[in-house]
């Protein structure tokens, strides 16, 4: 018979336990993090595309881009918008909550200590007698999670995520709606000015027909130069008539934006703005910082990983310590009356075994959350690429579409005064002098509506560059965007 090696030791159920939780911490140290390099490893070019290298140096700055219109009205209403503007304030609102969940989030770290006090009657009754029994009980308990693998601190993390996230979707909506006060602005001056150019129109007409009407009685021109006319002296008429109507819907457009009760009543006496001046651009990667939607995209990526994080901790055990002291008598004046006082000391481990692969599904599912915001982040930051060299280059061919119909409105305002004089002389037909009329009013009507473009194309280059739109460096929540990226790519 074979003698068995006595010196072999065994395990007993503590060494197995303690063993089991150092393996169970040396996994959940390990990196739970979802997303790839793809988010991080963005190559950038040197500068935009859309312009030659060292061409936007020594430009005007995009920093407080409102004033650049050299519009005081302008100023006034998209500081009333800000205060006033009914979805900016839900915004707001948005923010603010989110911010009491992160403070919620934080205290879950903290112990936690509740006072109990209760006081109770009972009637005991028996055969031959009736007795009545006071108590009176005061406890103080004190709680705490232990946060041993850390996911009480990922929750936290997770929660001031979703506060920036917050923080800088109200800044984007903020600057949005600059934008669009400055563009319902122009749409309002733009509107006001072809309602102008309508109105002058149709007052020449009138005059025209006047003269024409005089030498058709004199028997100096045909009855058809008669009818002509009065046709397009009953067409403008129209004309006026819609565009006093979307003068109307653009100022009320406008007055919803500022706060105001849309009654169409706003009144706009300047005139649009000439751009004589280009915008420095920056390089591509610092839209990363001043585009706050941008920013908000790469908030909800590095929340979901958070709670990635958080996913992968469930599945550990929890440690729970309770303490609690208190004092009980028959009555509410004897309590802590200097004696001695209960207490207990209780700790409480609680570790998952079998959930049907429940955990394991969750935390993959934060996983795939998190992989699937990285692709909407970089979409989002791919676009906002595109957005800006497509800008660039529509200014520029509004640039020069500008320059060249201004051209041609003078040279066709000379002729259209020039086919009248000759026709009042009897050297031209009046069909001559209806051509002349109609390309004098396009390119005068071509002109303003360019005019318009030209400026929506600046705002809209303007907020695809980021930055405040209301200030002259960048504001606080952009700067400390900037170091939450930096902080959260180095760990």
């Known amino acids: 018979m074979k003698t068995g090696n006595t010196n072999k030791q065994k395990l007993n159920l503590p060494t197995v ?8 911490f040396l996994v959940s140290c390990t990196s739970t993090s979802g997303r790839t390099d793809a988010s991080s490893d963005i190559v950038y070019p040197q500068h935009w595309q859309s312009i030659k290298s060292g061409e936007n140096e020594n430009k005007q700055s995009s920093a407080n881009w409102i004033t650049t219109f050299n519009d005081p009205q ?47 009657r009972r009637k005991t009754v028996s055969s031959d007698d009736v007795q009545y029994t006071n108590s009176a009980d005061v406890e103080l308990e004190l709680s705490l999670e232990v946060d041993l693998w850390g996911k009480l601190s990922d929750q936290q993390n997770q929660a001031t995520l979703n506060f920036a996230a917050a923080k800088s979707t109200y800044e984007h909506q903020k600057n949005t709606l600059v934008a669009e006060v400055a563009s319902a602005w122009f749409d309002v001056i733009s509107a006001q000015e072809l309602l102008n150019l309508y109105q002058e129109r149709a007052k020449n007409l009138a005059n025209n027909l006047d003269m024409i009407q005089t030498s058709y009685r004199l028997g100096l021109n045909e009855a058809l130069d008669v009818y002509l006319t009065q046709n397009d002296v009953s067409q403008e008429a129209a004309r006026v008539a819609q565009q006093q109507q979307v003068l109307s819907t653009a100022k009320r457009q406008l007055e919803l934006l500022i706060g105001e009760y849309p009654d169409g009543d706003l009144i ?6 000439v751009l004589n001046q280009e915008i420095f651009l920056g390089a591509p990667a610092q ?128 002729a259209e005064k020039l086919s009248f004089d000759q026709y009042m002389r009897g050297l031209v037909s009046y069909t001559t002098v209806l051509e002349s009329q109609r390309r004098a009013f396009d390119a005068q009507n071509s002109l303003i509506q360019l005019t318009n473009q030209m400026l929506q194309n600046r705002i809209s280059l303007f907020v695809s560059l980021g930055g405040s739109p209301l200030s002259s460096s960048k504001d606080d929540s952009a700067q400390t965007t900037s170091t939450l990226v930096n902080n959260q790519q180095v760990n």
């Open 74 to 120: 302008l100023v006034a209403l998209v500081q009333q918008a800000i205060k006033q503007n009914r979805t900016l304030k839900t915004q707001k609102i948005t923010m603010e909550l989110a911010e009491q969940k992160a403070l919620a989030s934080g205290a879950s770290r903290l112990p936690e200590l509740t006072l109990n006090q209760g006081n109770s």
């Open 268 to 273: 706009s006496n300047v005139e649009l703005p």
């Open 17 to 24: 336990f303690t063993l089991c939780s150092v393996s169970l």
């Open 287 to 414: 839209l990363l910082t001043q585009r706050h939607d941008i920013l908000t995209s790469w908030y909800q990526l590095l929340a979901l990983d958070a709670g990635l994080a958080v996913a992968h901790k469930q599945r550990f055990p929890k440690i729970s310590l309770f303490a609690s002291t208190g004092d009980s008598s028959d009555e509410l004046q004897n309590l802590l009356d200097g004696g001695s006082l209960a207490w207990s000391l209780i700790g409480n481990l609680t570790l998952p075994l079998f959930d049907g692969g429940r955990l394991a599904s969750l935390e993959e599912q934060a996983r795939l959350a998190v992989q699937q915001q990285e692709q909407y982040y970089l979409n989002d930051l791919y676009q906002a690429f595109a957005d800006v060299e497509n800008y660039i280059a529509n200014s520029k061919a509004l640039k020069e579409r500008y320059q060249h119909l201004t051209l041609a409105g003078q040279n066709a305002l000379t």
